[in-house]
């Protein structure tokens, strides 16, 4: 069982900096591609950034250059390190896994997704 739990959300002032964490509570896996994902209010989900297990990544070219993502293995646990942060990038953000090994964008390819942690940039 997969169970994944975010962390370090919080309220910035725009310019700012935050590091999201997400832990694997369950089984322990080191073969999933993880990724970051956002919602807004009145938005749909949208994709930030993904890691495969090789440690390839990939960004939604609004972050990219801005954020990180990250992880270590021995610890279960994916980061993504937020910088320069504006406030449009105020949303929840859910972490999710997925059992391919494509590091993709695509929501329908996550199998396993986190609570969400609320992550606000003021101005």
């Known amino acids: 069982q997969v169970q994944l739990v975010e962390s370090g959300g919080g309220l910035v002032q725009a310019g700012g900096s935050l590091r999201l964490s997400c832990a694997n509570a369950?089984?322990?896996?080191?073969?999933?591609?993880m990724g970051w994902f956002r919602q807004a209010p009145g938005k749909e989900r949208e994709f930030v950034a993904a890691?495969?297990?090789?440690?390839?990544?990939l960004y939604a070219d609004s972050v990219k250059g801005r954020f990180t993502i990250s992880g270590n293995n021995a610890k279960n646990t994916v980061y993504l390190q937020m910088n320069s942060l504006k406030p449009e990038d105020t949303a929840v953000y859910y972490c999710?896994?997925?059992?391919?090994?494509?590091?993709?964008?695509?929501?329908?390819?996550?199998?396993?997704w986190g609570q969400g942690t609320q992550v606000t940039a003021s101005s």
């Open positions: 890691r495969g297990w090789s440690g390839s990544t």
């Open positions: 369950g089984r322990t896996f080191s073969s999933y591609t």
């Open positions: 999710a896994a997925s059992s391919s090994y494509r590091v993709g964008p695509s929501i329908g390819q996550y199998d396993y």
